[in-house]
Protein backbone atom coordinates (compact mmCIF):
# COMPACT_ATOMS: atom_id res chain seq x y z
CA UNK A 1 0.00 0.00 0.00
CA UNK A 2 2.61 2.51 1.15
CA UNK A 3 5.66 1.91 -0.38
CA UNK A 4 6.11 3.77 -2.67
CA UNK A 5 5.78 6.88 -0.23
CA UNK A 6 9.21 7.53 -0.34
CA UNK A 7 9.84 7.88 -3.57
CA UNK A 8 6.65 10.98 -3.70
CA UNK A 9 8.06 12.13 -0.36
CA UNK A 10 11.33 13.41 -2.98
CA UNK A 11 8.74 15.18 -5.16
CA UNK A 12 7.48 16.84 -2.50
CA UNK A 13 10.58 18.08 -0.90
CA UNK A 14 11.78 19.44 -4.06
CA UNK A 15 8.45 21.26 -4.70
CA UNK A 16 8.91 22.76 -1.30
CA UNK A 17 12.24 23.82 -2.01
CA UNK A 18 11.29 25.23 -5.50
CA UNK A 19 8.75 27.27 -3.45
CA UNK A 20 11.64 28.32 -1.58
CA UNK A 21 11.30 26.38 1.79
CA UNK A 22 13.58 24.00 4.57
CA UNK A 23 11.73 20.16 3.79
CA UNK A 24 12.14 17.82 6.76
CA UNK A 25 10.98 14.58 6.67
CA UNK A 26 9.04 13.28 9.79
CA UNK A 27 8.51 9.47 10.13
CA UNK A 28 5.33 8.81 12.03
CA UNK A 29 4.74 5.27 13.90
CA UNK A 30 4.23 2.83 10.97
CA UNK A 31 0.69 1.37 10.80
CA UNK A 32 0.69 -1.88 8.28
CA UNK A 33 -3.24 -2.60 7.74
CA UNK A 34 -3.51 -6.49 7.21
CA UNK A 35 -0.19 -7.75 9.28
CA UNK A 36 -1.14 -5.15 12.81
CA UNK A 37 -2.41 -7.73 15.84
CA UNK A 38 -5.07 -7.37 16.92
CA UNK A 39 -5.64 -4.64 14.89
CA UNK A 40 -4.31 -1.54 12.76
CA UNK A 41 -7.43 0.57 14.55
CA UNK A 42 -5.53 0.40 17.95
CA UNK A 43 -2.95 2.10 16.79
CA UNK A 44 -4.50 5.23 14.84
CA UNK A 45 -4.71 7.14 18.01
CA UNK A 46 -0.81 6.03 18.40
CA UNK A 47 0.28 7.24 14.75
CA UNK A 48 -1.73 10.65 15.79
CA UNK A 49 0.22 11.38 19.27
CA UNK A 50 3.65 10.73 17.39
CA UNK A 51 2.56 12.80 14.71
CA UNK A 52 1.78 15.90 17.07
CA UNK A 53 4.71 15.28 19.17
CA UNK A 54 7.07 15.35 16.22
CA UNK A 55 5.48 18.79 15.02
CA UNK A 56 4.82 20.31 18.53
CA UNK A 57 8.72 19.52 19.25
CA UNK A 58 10.30 20.96 16.13
CA UNK A 59 10.86 23.90 14.51
CA UNK A 60 8.33 23.70 11.82
CA UNK A 61 5.80 25.80 9.95
CA UNK A 62 3.78 23.77 7.54
CA UNK A 63 3.26 20.37 7.22
CA UNK A 64 2.49 18.09 4.13
CA UNK A 65 0.73 14.66 5.36
CA UNK A 66 1.31 12.23 2.92
CA UNK A 67 -1.44 9.58 3.69
CA UNK A 68 -2.40 6.06 2.59
CA UNK A 69 -3.51 3.16 3.47
CA UNK A 70 -6.94 3.49 5.77
CA UNK A 71 -5.82 5.03 9.16
CA UNK A 72 -2.99 6.93 8.69
CA UNK A 73 -5.09 9.45 6.57
CA UNK A 74 -7.49 10.26 9.89
CA UNK A 75 -4.40 10.08 12.18
CA UNK A 76 -2.77 12.49 10.13
CA UNK A 77 -5.55 14.92 9.97
CA UNK A 78 -6.48 14.91 13.57
CA UNK A 79 -2.50 15.80 14.73
CA UNK A 80 -2.51 18.14 11.92
CA UNK A 81 -5.88 19.95 13.43
CA UNK A 82 -4.55 19.55 16.88
CA UNK A 83 -1.31 21.55 16.68
CA UNK A 84 -3.31 24.25 13.74
CA UNK A 85 -0.24 25.21 11.73
CA UNK A 86 -0.34 25.03 8.20
CA UNK A 87 -1.07 21.49 6.76
CA UNK A 88 -2.47 19.73 3.70
CA UNK A 89 -2.83 16.22 2.60
CA UNK A 90 -1.26 14.14 -0.08
CA UNK A 91 -2.20 11.00 -0.95
CA UNK A 92 -0.34 8.10 -2.15
CA UNK A 93 -3.03 7.00 -4.78
CA UNK A 94 -4.47 3.50 -5.66
CA UNK A 95 -3.15 0.51 -7.14
CA UNK A 96 -3.74 -0.17 -10.67
CA UNK A 97 -7.19 -2.34 -11.96
CA UNK A 98 -6.92 -6.00 -10.91
CA UNK A 99 -8.11 -8.60 -13.54
CA UNK A 100 -8.81 -12.38 -13.36
CA UNK A 101 -10.34 -14.71 -16.14
CA UNK A 102 -11.54 -11.30 -18.13
CA UNK A 103 -13.08 -10.36 -14.92
CA UNK A 104 -12.16 -6.97 -13.28
CA UNK A 105 -11.66 -7.51 -9.53
CA UNK A 106 -10.79 -5.24 -6.70
CA UNK A 107 -8.16 -5.68 -3.73
CA UNK A 108 -10.53 -6.80 -0.68
CA UNK A 109 -14.28 -6.74 -2.29
CA UNK A 110 -13.16 -10.05 -4.84
CA UNK A 111 -11.07 -11.52 -1.92
CA UNK A 112 -13.95 -11.48 0.32
CA UNK A 113 -16.03 -13.39 -2.09
CA UNK A 114 -13.80 -15.47 -3.54
CA UNK A 115 -13.00 -16.24 0.27
CA UNK A 116 -17.01 -17.64 0.41
CA UNK A 117 -16.91 -19.25 -2.70
CA UNK A 118 -14.08 -21.76 -1.38
CA UNK A 119 -16.28 -22.58 1.74
CA UNK A 120 -19.18 -23.26 -0.51
CA UNK A 121 -17.31 -25.62 -2.34
CA UNK A 122 -17.54 -23.70 -6.05
CA UNK A 123 -13.91 -22.29 -6.30
CA UNK A 124 -10.57 -24.48 -5.43
CA UNK A 125 -7.52 -23.41 -3.05
CA UNK A 126 -5.32 -23.09 -5.79
CA UNK A 127 -7.83 -21.01 -8.27
CA UNK A 128 -7.91 -18.24 -5.04
CA UNK A 129 -4.04 -18.11 -4.66
CA UNK A 130 -4.09 -17.38 -8.56
CA UNK A 131 -7.27 -14.79 -8.48
CA UNK A 132 -4.75 -13.42 -5.19
CA UNK A 133 -1.72 -12.58 -7.11
CA UNK A 134 -4.37 -10.76 -10.28
CA UNK A 135 -5.91 -8.16 -7.67
CA UNK A 136 -2.48 -6.22 -6.49
CA UNK A 137 -0.55 -5.28 -10.01
CA UNK A 138 0.96 -2.41 -8.55
CA UNK A 139 1.94 -0.43 -4.95
CA UNK A 140 -0.79 1.33 -4.27
CA UNK A 141 -3.56 1.50 -1.55
CA UNK A 142 -6.74 -0.72 -2.71
CA UNK A 143 -8.06 -0.19 -6.10
CA UNK A 144 -11.99 0.01 -4.68
CA UNK A 145 -13.71 2.68 -2.56
CA UNK A 146 -12.36 1.02 0.27
CA UNK A 147 -11.73 3.37 3.46
CA UNK A 148 -8.16 4.61 1.78
CA UNK A 149 -9.89 5.61 -0.72
CA UNK A 150 -12.97 6.94 1.14
CA UNK A 151 -10.25 8.99 3.50
CA UNK A 152 -8.67 10.37 0.57
CA UNK A 153 -12.24 11.43 -1.09
CA UNK A 154 -12.88 12.58 2.44
CA UNK A 155 -9.66 14.81 2.79
CA UNK A 156 -10.63 16.32 -0.53
CA UNK A 157 -13.65 16.55 -0.15
CA UNK A 158 -12.79 18.39 3.12
CA UNK A 159 -10.70 20.24 1.31
CA UNK A 160 -7.36 19.74 3.39
CA UNK A 161 -6.14 17.95 -0.32
CA UNK A 162 -5.58 19.71 -3.56
CA UNK A 163 -8.19 19.14 -6.24
CA UNK A 164 -8.11 15.87 -8.07
CA UNK A 165 -5.85 14.28 -5.28
CA UNK A 166 -7.93 10.77 -4.02
CA UNK A 167 -8.10 9.19 -7.30
CA UNK A 168 -4.65 9.37 -9.37
CA UNK A 169 -3.38 5.93 -9.18
CA UNK A 170 -0.11 5.66 -7.34
CA UNK A 171 1.87 4.60 -10.18
CA UNK A 172 0.71 7.34 -12.60
CA UNK A 173 3.29 9.91 -13.93
CA UNK A 174 0.63 12.48 -12.56
CA UNK A 175 0.46 11.48 -9.12
CA UNK A 176 4.45 12.41 -8.86
CA UNK A 177 3.17 16.14 -10.12
CA UNK A 178 0.93 16.14 -7.47
CA UNK A 179 3.54 15.78 -5.01
CA UNK A 180 5.29 18.46 -5.95
CA UNK A 181 2.32 20.67 -6.49
CA UNK A 182 1.69 19.62 -3.15
CA UNK A 183 5.28 20.60 -1.81
CA UNK A 184 4.69 23.79 -3.62
CA UNK A 185 1.48 24.39 -2.49
CA UNK A 186 2.42 24.22 1.58
CA UNK A 187 5.18 26.83 1.28
CA UNK A 188 2.54 29.49 -0.02
CA UNK A 189 0.24 28.20 3.14
CA UNK A 190 2.53 29.39 5.18
CA UNK A 191 3.05 32.48 4.21
CA UNK A 192 -0.89 33.19 4.18
CA UNK A 193 -1.14 31.27 7.72
CA UNK A 194 -3.94 29.26 6.32
CA UNK A 195 -4.16 26.27 8.35
CA UNK A 196 -6.76 23.59 8.92
CA UNK A 197 -9.21 25.77 11.20
CA UNK A 198 -9.65 28.10 8.29
CA UNK A 199 -10.79 24.52 6.33
CA UNK A 200 -12.48 22.30 8.76
CA UNK A 201 -15.42 24.02 9.10
CA UNK A 202 -19.10 22.63 9.90
CA UNK A 203 -19.74 23.00 6.57
CA UNK A 204 -16.67 21.34 5.00
CA UNK A 205 -17.66 18.04 7.14
CA UNK A 206 -21.39 18.68 5.73
CA UNK A 207 -20.09 18.05 2.09
CA UNK A 208 -17.74 15.79 3.21
CA UNK A 209 -20.70 13.34 4.62
CA UNK A 210 -22.23 13.89 1.44
CA UNK A 211 -19.34 12.90 -0.72
CA UNK A 212 -19.19 9.90 1.31
CA UNK A 213 -22.92 8.39 0.66
CA UNK A 214 -22.09 10.09 -3.24
CA UNK A 215 -19.33 7.74 -3.84
CA UNK A 216 -20.05 4.86 -1.41
CA UNK A 217 -17.70 5.05 0.95
CA UNK A 218 -16.61 3.26 3.65
CA UNK A 219 -18.54 2.98 7.20
CA UNK A 220 -15.16 3.75 8.54
CA UNK A 221 -15.29 6.95 7.90
CA UNK A 222 -18.28 7.76 10.20
CA UNK A 223 -15.63 7.00 12.97
CA UNK A 224 -12.82 8.72 11.74
CA UNK A 225 -14.56 12.08 10.47
CA UNK A 226 -16.29 12.43 14.11
CA UNK A 227 -12.45 12.10 15.28
CA UNK A 228 -11.41 14.70 13.22
CA UNK A 229 -14.23 16.89 14.00
CA UNK A 230 -13.46 16.57 17.95
CA UNK A 231 -9.83 17.89 17.03
CA UNK A 232 -11.43 20.96 15.85
CA UNK A 233 -14.10 22.03 18.10
CA UNK A 234 -16.95 20.75 15.40
CA UNK A 235 -19.79 19.24 17.13
CA UNK A 236 -20.50 16.29 14.57
CA UNK A 237 -22.89 13.76 15.56
CA UNK A 238 -24.10 10.47 14.17
CA UNK A 239 -27.26 12.49 14.00
CA UNK A 240 -25.65 14.75 11.30
CA UNK A 241 -24.61 11.94 9.45
CA UNK A 242 -27.42 10.42 8.99
CA UNK A 243 -29.49 14.23 8.21
CA UNK A 244 -26.62 15.09 5.76
CA UNK A 245 -26.67 11.71 4.16
CA UNK A 246 -30.05 10.34 4.17
CA UNK A 247 -30.98 11.49 0.71
CA UNK A 248 -27.75 11.40 -1.17
CA UNK A 249 -27.76 9.54 -4.40
CA UNK A 250 -24.59 6.63 -4.90
CA UNK A 251 -23.79 8.03 -8.31
CA UNK A 252 -20.08 6.41 -8.55
CA UNK A 253 -20.29 2.92 -9.83
CA UNK A 254 -17.65 1.70 -7.96
CA UNK A 255 -16.88 -1.37 -6.02
CA UNK A 256 -17.71 -2.73 -3.63
CA UNK A 257 -20.88 -1.33 -4.37
CA UNK A 258 -20.58 -1.18 -7.77
CA UNK A 259 -18.83 -2.27 -11.05
CA UNK A 260 -15.51 0.04 -11.57
CA UNK A 261 -12.54 0.46 -9.59
CA UNK A 262 -10.64 3.68 -8.76
CA UNK A 263 -8.21 3.57 -12.21
CA UNK A 264 -11.66 4.27 -14.26
CA UNK A 265 -12.62 6.69 -11.30
CA UNK A 266 -9.47 9.00 -12.49
CA UNK A 267 -9.87 8.40 -16.18
CA UNK A 268 -13.60 9.97 -15.65
CA UNK A 269 -12.23 12.58 -14.49
CA UNK A 270 -12.36 11.60 -10.31
CA UNK A 271 -13.76 13.08 -7.24
CA UNK A 272 -13.92 16.73 -8.71
CA UNK A 273 -17.24 15.16 -10.98
CA UNK A 274 -18.86 13.66 -7.95
CA UNK A 275 -18.47 17.27 -6.10
CA UNK A 276 -19.46 19.11 -9.33
CA UNK A 277 -22.87 17.02 -9.69
CA UNK A 278 -23.75 17.35 -5.79
CA UNK A 279 -23.27 20.95 -6.03
CA UNK A 280 -25.32 21.70 -9.05
CA UNK A 281 -28.19 19.23 -7.26
CA UNK A 282 -27.92 22.15 -4.03
CA UNK A 283 -26.72 18.94 -2.10
CA UNK A 284 -23.20 21.00 -1.49
CA UNK A 285 -21.61 24.17 0.42
CA UNK A 286 -19.69 25.63 -2.40
CA UNK A 287 -18.55 28.33 -0.45
CA UNK A 288 -16.13 26.56 2.02
CA UNK A 289 -12.76 27.13 1.30
CA UNK A 290 -10.18 24.58 0.67
CA UNK A 291 -6.11 24.64 1.19
CA UNK A 292 -5.45 26.09 -2.24
CA UNK A 293 -6.78 29.20 -0.98
CA UNK A 294 -10.20 29.25 -3.55
CA UNK A 295 -13.39 27.89 -2.71
CA UNK A 296 -14.35 24.49 -3.67
CA UNK A 297 -16.86 25.65 -6.61
CA UNK A 298 -14.31 27.51 -7.92
CA UNK A 299 -12.05 24.15 -7.74
CA UNK A 300 -14.60 21.42 -9.36
CA UNK A 301 -16.33 24.42 -11.78
CA UNK A 302 -14.77 23.20 -14.67
CA UNK A 303 -14.52 19.69 -14.22
CA UNK A 304 -16.07 17.21 -17.16
CA UNK A 305 -17.38 13.85 -17.17
CA UNK A 306 -15.50 11.29 -18.86
CA UNK A 307 -17.37 8.52 -18.30
CA UNK A 308 -21.02 8.39 -17.70
CA UNK A 309 -21.43 4.84 -17.03
CA UNK A 310 -18.28 5.38 -14.03
CA UNK A 311 -19.64 8.51 -12.30
CA UNK A 312 -23.85 8.30 -12.64
CA UNK A 313 -26.42 10.84 -13.78
CA UNK A 314 -28.02 12.29 -9.94
CA UNK A 315 -31.14 10.65 -11.70
CA UNK A 316 -29.86 7.61 -12.24
CA UNK A 317 -28.14 6.55 -9.72
CA UNK A 318 -26.60 3.27 -8.17
CA UNK A 319 -28.61 3.61 -5.25
CA UNK A 320 -31.34 6.22 -4.58
CA UNK A 321 -30.30 6.42 -0.64
CA UNK A 322 -26.68 6.05 -0.17
CA UNK A 323 -25.05 7.76 2.65
CA UNK A 324 -24.70 6.33 5.83
CA UNK A 325 -27.95 4.65 8.32
CA UNK A 326 -27.55 5.30 11.40
CA UNK A 327 -29.87 2.76 13.40
CA UNK A 328 -31.22 3.18 16.87
CA UNK A 329 -33.30 1.63 19.42
CA UNK A 330 -33.05 -0.34 22.44
CA UNK A 331 -30.02 -2.93 21.42
CA UNK A 332 -28.37 0.72 19.77
CA UNK A 333 -29.01 3.56 22.05
CA UNK A 334 -26.67 5.47 20.89
CA UNK A 335 -26.54 4.17 17.53
CA UNK A 336 -25.56 1.74 15.18
CA UNK A 337 -24.78 2.17 10.93
CA UNK A 338 -25.17 0.14 7.86
CA UNK A 339 -24.57 0.93 4.36
CA UNK A 340 -27.23 0.70 2.03
CA UNK A 341 -25.69 0.65 -1.09
CA UNK A 342 -24.06 -2.45 0.02
CA UNK A 343 -26.46 -4.34 1.51
CA UNK A 344 -29.38 -6.22 0.09
CA UNK A 345 -32.60 -4.60 -0.23
CA UNK A 346 -34.54 -7.67 0.85
CA UNK A 347 -33.03 -7.40 4.15
CA UNK A 348 -33.92 -3.70 4.68
CA UNK A 349 -36.77 -4.86 6.56
CA UNK A 350 -35.93 -7.84 8.70
CA UNK A 351 -37.28 -9.76 11.78
CA UNK A 352 -35.01 -12.55 12.45
CA UNK A 353 -34.03 -14.94 15.25
CA UNK A 354 -30.71 -14.16 16.72
CA UNK A 355 -27.76 -16.81 17.23
CA UNK A 356 -25.02 -15.21 19.10
CA UNK A 357 -21.37 -15.38 19.22
CA UNK A 358 -19.72 -14.20 22.62
CA UNK A 359 -16.21 -12.98 21.18
CA UNK A 360 -14.22 -13.84 17.66
CA UNK A 361 -13.00 -16.55 19.09
CA UNK A 362 -16.23 -18.10 20.05
CA UNK A 363 -17.24 -17.49 16.22
CA UNK A 364 -14.46 -19.12 14.46
CA UNK A 365 -15.04 -21.99 16.97
CA UNK A 366 -18.66 -22.51 15.75
CA UNK A 367 -19.32 -20.96 12.69
CA UNK A 368 -18.09 -24.20 10.35
CA UNK A 369 -19.66 -26.62 12.19
CA UNK A 370 -22.72 -27.91 10.49
CA UNK A 371 -24.83 -28.67 14.05
CA UNK A 372 -24.72 -25.08 14.23
CA UNK A 373 -28.47 -24.40 14.53
CA UNK A 374 -28.17 -21.17 11.92
CA UNK A 375 -30.23 -20.51 8.60
CA UNK A 376 -30.41 -17.57 6.40
CA UNK A 377 -33.71 -16.16 8.41
CA UNK A 378 -31.13 -15.79 11.34
CA UNK A 379 -29.68 -12.40 12.52
CA UNK A 380 -26.08 -13.42 13.45
CA UNK A 381 -24.70 -11.28 16.62
CA UNK A 382 -21.06 -10.58 17.48
CA UNK A 383 -20.04 -9.02 20.86
CA UNK A 384 -17.20 -7.67 22.12
CA UNK A 385 -15.00 -6.31 19.26
CA UNK A 386 -15.78 -2.78 19.72
CA UNK A 387 -12.93 -0.13 20.69
CA UNK A 388 -12.48 -1.69 24.08
CA UNK A 389 -13.59 -5.08 24.20
CA UNK A 390 -11.41 -6.16 21.10
CA UNK A 391 -9.30 -4.14 21.80
CA UNK A 392 -9.21 -1.23 18.97
CA UNK A 393 -12.56 -2.21 17.51
CA UNK A 394 -11.36 -4.76 14.22
CA UNK A 395 -12.60 -5.20 10.72
CA UNK A 396 -14.54 -8.51 11.56
CA UNK A 397 -18.12 -7.20 11.70
CA UNK A 398 -18.70 -8.70 8.41
CA UNK A 399 -18.28 -12.26 9.82
CA UNK A 400 -18.49 -14.76 6.89
CA UNK A 401 -21.50 -16.86 6.41
CA UNK A 402 -21.80 -20.45 7.52
CA UNK A 403 -20.87 -22.99 5.03
CA UNK A 404 -24.11 -24.97 4.95
CA UNK A 405 -25.99 -21.59 4.31
CA UNK A 406 -23.23 -20.74 1.75
CA UNK A 407 -23.98 -24.17 -0.31
CA UNK A 408 -28.01 -23.31 -0.72
CA UNK A 409 -26.61 -20.10 -2.76
CA UNK A 410 -27.10 -17.78 0.17
CA UNK A 411 -24.68 -14.62 -0.15
CA UNK A 412 -26.17 -12.37 2.71
CA UNK A 413 -27.47 -12.38 5.94
CA UNK A 414 -27.88 -9.41 8.52
CA UNK A 415 -24.96 -9.42 10.69
CA UNK A 416 -25.07 -6.91 14.06
CA UNK A 417 -21.51 -6.42 16.16
CA UNK A 418 -19.66 -3.60 17.66
CA UNK A 419 -17.13 -4.22 15.42
CA UNK A 420 -15.89 -2.06 12.34
CA UNK A 421 -15.51 -3.83 8.97
CA UNK A 422 -13.33 -3.49 5.64
CA UNK A 423 -14.50 -0.25 3.59
CA UNK A 424 -13.61 -3.33 0.78
CA UNK A 425 -16.57 -5.77 2.03
CA UNK A 426 -20.27 -5.67 1.56
CA UNK A 427 -23.48 -6.71 3.13
CA UNK A 428 -26.27 -6.16 4.87
CA UNK A 429 -23.56 -5.46 8.05
CA UNK A 430 -24.77 -3.84 11.25
CA UNK A 431 -21.70 -1.64 12.58
CA UNK A 432 -20.40 0.19 15.67
CA UNK A 433 -23.41 -0.82 17.86
CA UNK A 434 -22.92 1.34 21.03
CA UNK A 435 -22.63 1.15 23.87
CA UNK A 436 -20.42 -1.34 22.63
CA UNK A 437 -20.62 -4.94 24.93
CA UNK A 438 -17.40 -4.21 26.67
CA UNK A 439 -19.25 -1.14 28.17
CA UNK A 440 -22.27 -3.46 29.13
CA UNK A 441 -24.28 -1.91 26.52
CA UNK A 442 -27.72 -3.81 25.22
CA UNK A 443 -25.61 -5.90 22.70
CA UNK A 444 -23.64 -7.45 25.85
CA UNK A 445 -27.05 -9.17 26.84
CA UNK A 446 -28.40 -10.29 23.72
CA UNK A 447 -28.70 -14.35 23.48
CA UNK A 448 -29.33 -17.12 21.34
CA UNK A 449 -33.06 -17.19 20.15
CA UNK A 450 -34.04 -13.41 20.64
CA UNK A 451 -35.95 -12.18 17.97
CA UNK A 452 -34.16 -8.94 16.46
CA UNK A 453 -36.41 -6.37 14.45
CA UNK A 454 -34.11 -4.18 11.71
CA UNK A 455 -35.95 -1.66 9.87
CA UNK A 456 -33.82 0.70 7.77
CA UNK A 457 -36.10 2.45 6.38
CA UNK A 458 -37.27 3.91 9.80
CA UNK A 459 -34.07 3.62 11.20
CA UNK A 460 -35.07 0.86 14.19
CA UNK A 461 -32.76 -1.40 15.93
CA UNK A 462 -35.05 -3.47 17.88
CA UNK A 463 -34.55 -6.76 20.67
CA UNK A 464 -37.84 -8.37 21.33
CA UNK A 465 -37.43 -8.47 24.90
CA UNK A 466 -39.40 -6.05 27.79
CA UNK A 467 -37.64 -3.46 29.18
CA UNK A 468 -38.00 -5.18 32.17
CA UNK A 469 -36.29 -8.26 30.73
CA UNK A 470 -33.72 -5.64 29.48
CA UNK A 471 -32.92 -4.10 33.08
CA UNK A 472 -32.70 -7.45 34.36
CA UNK A 473 -30.05 -8.65 32.07
CA UNK A 474 -28.21 -5.41 32.30
CA UNK A 475 -27.94 -5.87 36.19
CA UNK A 476 -26.47 -9.32 36.20
CA UNK A 477 -23.85 -8.94 33.43
CA UNK A 478 -20.26 -9.40 33.76
CA UNK A 479 -17.93 -8.13 31.50
CA UNK A 480 -15.63 -11.33 29.52
CA UNK A 481 -13.37 -9.11 27.41
CA UNK A 482 -9.84 -9.57 27.52
CA UNK A 483 -8.17 -6.87 29.33
CA UNK A 484 -4.48 -5.54 28.87
CA UNK A 485 -1.93 -5.65 32.18
CA UNK A 486 -0.45 -2.98 31.04
CA UNK A 487 1.40 -0.53 27.94
CA UNK A 488 -0.44 1.09 25.46
CA UNK A 489 -3.12 -0.81 24.71
CA UNK A 490 -3.89 -0.41 28.90
CA UNK A 491 -3.76 2.82 28.56
CA UNK A 492 -6.39 2.48 25.02
CA UNK A 493 -8.45 0.35 27.04
CA UNK A 494 -8.64 2.50 30.09
CA UNK A 495 -9.26 5.95 28.13
CA UNK A 496 -11.36 5.50 24.71
CA UNK A 497 -14.20 6.66 23.23
CA UNK A 498 -17.37 4.52 22.18
CA UNK A 499 -17.86 4.52 18.24
CA UNK A 500 -20.59 6.81 18.40
CA UNK A 501 -18.12 9.81 19.27
CA UNK A 502 -15.31 8.78 16.89
CA UNK A 503 -13.30 6.01 19.23
CA UNK A 504 -10.94 8.72 20.47
CA UNK A 505 -9.12 8.91 23.79
CA UNK A 506 -10.90 11.03 26.68
CA UNK A 507 -7.94 13.39 26.91
CA UNK A 508 -7.55 13.75 23.13
CA UNK A 509 -9.73 16.18 22.22
CA UNK A 510 -9.46 19.79 20.93
CA UNK A 511 -6.90 22.06 18.76
CA UNK A 512 -4.41 23.03 21.34
CA UNK A 513 -2.63 25.78 18.89
CA UNK A 514 0.67 25.16 17.99
CA UNK A 515 2.94 27.03 20.46
CA UNK A 516 6.78 26.94 20.89
CA UNK A 517 8.25 24.97 23.21
CA UNK A 518 10.75 25.83 25.55
CA UNK A 519 14.42 25.08 24.74
CA UNK A 520 16.47 21.84 25.12
CA UNK A 521 19.36 23.15 26.65
Same mark, same amino acid.
Given at each position: ?310 ? %????? *????? &???? @????? /?? =? +? ?46 ? %????? *????? &???? @????? /?? =? +? ?117
Amino acid at each position: CNRHQTERAKRTRDGIIAAGGIPMEIPVHPIQETGKRPTAMLDRNLAYLSLVESLYGYPIDGVVLTIGCDKTTPALLMAAATVGMPALAFSVGPMLNGWFQGERVGAGTHLWRFSEAVKAGEMTQEEFLSAESAVTRSSGTCNTMGTASSMASMAEALGMALSGNAAIPAVDSRRRVMAQLSGRRIVQMVKDDLKPSDVLTRAAFENAIRCNGAVGGSTNTVVHMLAIAGRVGIDITLDDWDRCGRDIATILNLQPSGKYLMEEFFYAGGLPVVLKRLAEAGKLHKDALTVSGETVWDEIKDAVNGNEDVI %LPIDK *PLTEK &GGIA @VLKGN /LA =P +KGAILKPSAASAHLMQHRGRAVVFEDIDDYKAKINDDALDIDETCIMV %LKNCG *PKGYP &GMAE @VGNMG /LP =P +KVLKKGITDMIRISDARMSGTAYGTVILHTSPEAAAGGPLAVVQSGDMIEVDVENRRLHLDISDAELAERLSNWQPSHETAASGYAWLHQAHVEGADTGADLDFLKGCRGAPVGKDSH
